[in-house]
């Protein structure tokens, strides 16, 4: 610790502690540009220079770390009148031009102009004349703002990684500019936002913001994005019921104030005309306008109807990645007990159901084992089947935040994604052979003695049968099945089992495949073997796909289990349930996704509800999927849009969008974190929870909220009289759902949002959340091995579908592309969708980039663009599946894994014609 | 880009390698082999030597002596700064641009000159002044100018 005295204060601060930071924390505001609390100091604009006693000249105290018993003045004369110059000399090159900035009233310049009274320059000179760049959908940049502070410059490289930017000229030309001063979207830009962010002035504006308003009109509040799993916190600022812009959260637990350019600017479907704003009805084959009690009593007839002649079972709901916590908790008990059965799931079918499946299976519990921040910190991180800077951007930061530290990265992809230009080794394996190479890995491992015997000894069990299996898998005969050269599969091998900390990061390359299970069991295989779980830093992370997947599994949005996995089969739980919600409970676990469309197709399922999902772009042979739903008696659409699938329903109720929620997400890392309501619902959109207690009200099971012991009052809501204090009931459900859900115990509202955001479990209201699971022991007792053999995929490329195809997502766009295709500038920047192929297979079809081609698989057909790309290996094509013009999904194979009827979507064979 | 020089451009990047500070000499090594640095031969000296394109581009501007544009033979800069201005410097240039059909900051198309205005370089008693690669031209006439350009046609 060391001493010293600011202002004639003494304070006390660790060793290393800046002046700066030793000012703020006795409150003293030091007035500073370049220097900002993400950013190493630069020391460039010397704003906050303070007068050392003794020193001859002024310090940046933003860059000078204390000494013992020095005497800091931040306030004298001569501080005063050097802080005077830098601010007269910044204004000399500055457009004064506060009345129609963009920046005004939150702009550093302006304010420190004002606290310093600096009223303009007294310098006379040569001013910059730069034209404006507003050439992007996202960004403007006016450089003659640009104070040249650096911390664009900085974020962009230190944080996000990319280098966009940098300083270009020398003397008087020195300027911020891209390589060539090329526009932004001709460089490696990935319009992150980040140096928006940061940006002091107003030379780095967001561009659909112009003149929608200035800081002082915007109301905040901060939420979480309803894009990826990342589960990033921001800022959304409303003014006038419209969001209109997005700004960092910097101290959100998972990303710290950076975003992707999802989050950061593709949020403006929530404000799109084409919202749903009213009910709507088929009436003579045509979707109508209704009211909302017509549309209401209709489902709840309809539904009854088929219960009472078909029997429950006969009824099938979807329930929602993209909802609250709340919302699907309400789903799932409305499907349970006011229809009266299990047949409930959701789209976590189509991307981890293998993932809950096999880590269930192996540790007793199907989640990332660690949190975000922690992957930052392994010395090896094993990246297979998810191309993370695409599709969870915020993520990729820590795995390059931790290779930049030093940590190794083992890159297992087909194609060469940019995490290949990270990685310490890239193994490109052919498509659908992952258990080869992981029970390769493994083989290496025991055979150069490099597993942790104790750690296999005390804490697993059934690992001589898993070694029986993996002794054949020698790295030579893994190279005759993946392509991976047996030398490169045991360097690997040995880099993996003797890192300190070693974690594996997977997604959807590895769960969406006829053996998806397998996969993941191998991976865990692979954990267990070298003590690489249960501890900080290492384990199996795999990443979820969308915003709230977790939470939706969570909430038993699953045919087999109740909220917290507990499981319909097993008598006490169903009891305990039976109980709460007051009624009688079905016994045997419903129908999988997959197979409710298949029971559509085949008349066993007459109804279905869909709650913000979309199978028609999401399922694989969309074909089918089509014609199942279609022949169904009844379908209920709850949506914001309306959908290629809510096209199809014969009830669609409009919904409201997460900006317009209170409510609960949980992000991959399982951690709970607040949505908070920030605009009104748009025309007459309702709360999902609330559409389904009227259905269920209607149906004759009438939810009601209990208000447990102590609970605050926390909302005024406005009646004729004035404001009334009153519960919000999204914090009730969370109070029932806390109540019944041993790993959510401890979450509430009110803590979350003093806390922000809990990694469950959390079983009390004092626990503080769980970064990393399996500490001591697994949650199932022992780790458990299994012995996996490897199988090819159901569907190889032959003569007459020569190709592979592998789907997945790319950076601009999400999932079925009902949000991101609605945002201007995200469709703006990729408004169409392609198929990527190797240089070499497009010279033997002689296709050009560009070049519109014919993609065809033995379940359809599609017209698409080519872009010809090193990227896929020859012989895999790959096409992101975000485009109905252009669904991937009409070839994909609905083959389904045994164990978690999980659609193999990463494989299939398809043929290109032009 | 020609194969000969493709094959030398790589073994500059393969010789500098993994080596501290060399992006300065690449640089310099590569301008003599293209007497400019093309844009090609930049992202190839980025991709080679692990450095970022905008900190590329941010070294090659700050040196006067990178160009990022094919040079002439013989360069040609014109004084601007205040004392030459006053005495008639922008008539000099304006005399030049038409004398060899370019503007300012251009090559010539048989790529013998060009032509850039500087400010002030130190010899404010010869003004107007302009230097002709090495060598200085005072008290500067058109028809002076014009003379000396001849010079090294
Ligand atoms: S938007 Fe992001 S990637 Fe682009 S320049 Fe800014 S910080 Fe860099
Ligand atoms: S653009 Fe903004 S952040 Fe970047 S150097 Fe200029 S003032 Fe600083
Ligand atoms: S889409 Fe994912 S990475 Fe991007 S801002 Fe949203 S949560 Fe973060
Ligand atoms: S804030 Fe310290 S030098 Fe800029
Ligand atoms: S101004 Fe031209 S030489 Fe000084």
């Not at chain 1, 998972?254 to 009213?278: H, P, S, Y």
């Not at chain 1, 997400?665 to 619902?681: H, L």
């Not at chain 2, 000499?25 to 082999?33: A, F, R």
Request: charged share 25%; aromatic share 8%; with cysteine.
């Amino acid at each position: 610790m060391v001493e010293l005295t600011i202002d004639g204060k003494t304070v006390e601060v660790e060793e290393g502690t800046t002046v700066f930071q030793a000012a703020k924390s006795l409150g003293i505001k030091i007035p500073h540009l370049c220097y900002h609390k993400h950013l190493l100091p630069t020391g460039a604009c010397r704003l906050c220079l303070v007068e050392v006693e003794g020193a001859r000249s002024l310090v940046a105290s933003c860059a000078c770390p204390v000494s013992p018993g020095i005497k800091v003045m931040t306030n004298t004369d001569r501080v005063i009148n050097a802080r005077k110059m830098v601010i007269d000399l910044l204004l000399s090159d500055h457009p004064q031009d506060c009345l129609i900035c963009e920046k005004n009233g939150d702009c550093k310049l302006q304010n420190y102009a004002y606290q310093l009274g600096v009223r303009s320059t007294s310098f006379k000179g040569e001013r910059h004349v730069y034209p404006i760049d507003s050439s992007n959908p996202f960004i403007e940049r006016d450089y003659n703002k640009c104070i040249l502070c650096g911390r664009c410059v900085a974020t962009c490289a230190t944080i996000q990684r990319n280098n966009v930017v940098d300083f270009a000229g020398r003397g008087f030309e020195t300027r911020i500019a891209t390589y060539f001063d090329r526009p932004m979207q001709e460089s490696n830009c990935v319009f992150c936002g980040q140096c928006v962010g940061v940006c002091p002035v107003g030379a780095l504006t967001e561009k659909e913001a112009k003149f929608k308003g200035r800081s002082w009109e915007f109301s905040k509040v901060t939420t979480t994005c309803p894009y990826c799993g990342t589960g990033c916190r921001f800022d959304l600022n409303v003014k006038d019921n419209r969001i209109i812009k997005v700004t960092p959260s910097w101290d959100a637990p998972a990303n710290q104030g950076r975003l992707c350019v999802k989050g950061k600017f593709g949020l403006d479907f929530v404000n799109r005309e084409d919202r749903l704003k009213t009910p709507l009805v088929r009436r003579n084959g045509e979707l109508q306008k209704a009211g909302w009690n017509e549309a209401l009593d209709l489902v709840a007839k309809k539904l009854s109807g088929i219960k009472e002649k078909h029997g429950p079972d006969s009824i099938g709901g979807l329930c929602s990645a993209k909802c609250t916590n709340e919302d699907n908790y309400i789903f799932q008990k409305f499907m349970r007990a006011a229809v009266g059965t299990n047949n409930v799931d959701h789209c976590a079918r189509l991307c981890h159901a293998s993932t809950v499946a096999g880590l269930a299976t192996a540790f007793g519990s199907g989640a990332m084992t660690n949190s975000i921040d922690e992957i930052a910190g392994a010395d090896c991180i094993l990246v297979t089947g998810s191309n993370t800077t695409e599709n969870h951007p915020v993520i990729a930061l820590k795995i390059k935040e931790a290779v930049n530290c030093g940590a190794k990265l083992l890159l297992f992809d087909p194609r060469s994604i940019e995490l290949a230009d990270w990685a310490h080794l890239h193994l490109r394996q052919r498509p659908g052979t992952d258990v080869a190479w992981l029970n390769g890995l493994m083989n290496v491992i025991i055979a150069e003695d490099l597993h942790d015997k104790d750690f296999i000894r005390e804490r697993c069990e059934n690992f001589e049968a898993m070694a029986e299996t993996v002794a054949k898998y020698t790295p030579e005969y893994v190279e005759s099945i993946t392509g991976i050269p047996a030398d490169k599969l045991r360097e690997a091998a040995r880099i993996y089992a003797t890192a300190k900390a070693a974690s594996i990061i997977y997604s959807m390359g590895i769960t969406q495949h006829s053996h998806g299970t397998d996969n993941v069991l191998c991976c865990a295989n692979l954990a267990m073997l070298t003590g690489n779980v249960g501890k900080p830093y290492s384990g199996v992370n795999p990443l979820r796909g969308q915003n709230n997947v977790q939470g939706a599994c969570d909430m038993g949005g699953l045919p087999n289990v109740y909220p917290g996995y507990q499981k319909v089969a097993d008598e006490a739980v169903r009891a305990k349930f039976e109980k709460a919600w007051g009624v009688k409970l079905p016994a045997n676990p419903g129908l999988t996704l997959t197979e409710m469309i298949n029971a559509a197709g085949d008349g066993r399922l007459k109804a279905l509800y869909i709650m913000g999902e979309n199978p028609m772009l999401a399922d694989p042979d969309i074909n089918h999927v089509k014609e199942a739903l279609q022949s169904l008696d009844f379908l209920v659409c709850q949506d914001i849009f309306l959908t290629e699938t809510a096209a199809l329903a014969n009830v669609v109720l409009p919904a409201i969008s997460f900006a317009e929620k209170d409510g609960t997400f949980t992000n991959t890392e399982r951690r709970v974190q607040m949505v908070r309501k920030a605009i009104p619902p748009v025309g007459e959109s309702r709360e999902d929870w609330q559409i389904i207690t009227e259905v269920s009200k209607r149906m004759g099971y009438k939810m009601v909220f209990r208000v447990p012991d102590e609970m605050p009052v926390r909302s005024a809501v406005k009646t004729a009289k004035g404001y009334r204090m009153a519960y919000r009931i999204p914090d009730l459900i969370m109070a029932e759902i806390a109540k019944l859900t041993p790993s959510y115990g401890g979450i509430s509202h009110s803590r979350l949002e003093k806390e922000g955001g809990l990694p469950w479990p959390c079983p009390n209201p004092t626990h503080p959340g769980t970064p990393y699971l399996h500490g001591d022991k697994f949650t199932r007792g022992l780790g458990l091995f299994s012995a996996i053999e490897f199988k090819e995929p159901a569907e190889l490329p032959d003569e007459e579908y020569p190709y592979t195809l592998t789907t997945g997502r790319m950076l601009y766009h999400f999932h079925t592309g009902s949000m991101s295709r609605r945002s201007k500038g995200l469709d703006e920047i990729v408004p169409e969708g392609y198929v990527e192929i190797n240089p070499a297979d497009a010279a033997d079809l002689s296709i050009e980039d560009d070049q519109f081609v014919k993609v065809s698989s033995r379940r359809g057909q599609i017209d698409v663009k080519a872009k010809v790309t090193d990227i896929p290996p020859q012989g895999v094509v790959f096409m992101p599946f975000h485009f109905a013009e252009a669904a991937a999904n009409v070839l994909t194979n609905p083959v389904l894994d045994p164990v978690a009827k999980i659609p193999e979507l990463k494989v299939c064979a398809v043929r290109i014609e032009k | 880009m020609e194969r000969e020089k493709t094959d030398k451009l790589q073994a500059v990047i393969d010789k500098y390698k993994g080596v501290k500070g060399a992006l300065i000499p690449v640089l310099q090594e590569v301008q003599d082999l293209f007497n400019y640095l093309p844009d090609e031969a930049l992202r190839a000296v980025g991709k080679g030597l692990k450095v970022p394109l905008s900190r590329i581009y941010g070294v090659v501007t700050f040196y006067t002596q990178f160009h990022l544009v094919p040079q002439g033979k013989n360069s040609i800069h014109v004084c601007t700064g205040t004392a030459c201005h006053v005495k008639g410097a922008k008539k000099m240039l304006e005399r030049i641009e038409s004398l060899l059909g370019i503007k300012d900051g251009d090559t010539t198309e048989d790529f013998k000159f060009t032509l850039k205005s500087v400010r002030c370089v130190g010899t404010c008693f010869l003004a107007p002044v302009m230097m002709i690669n090495e060598d200085y031209f005072g008290e500067l006439t058109e028809k002076k100018t014009e003379e000396a350009i001849k010079q090294y046609n």
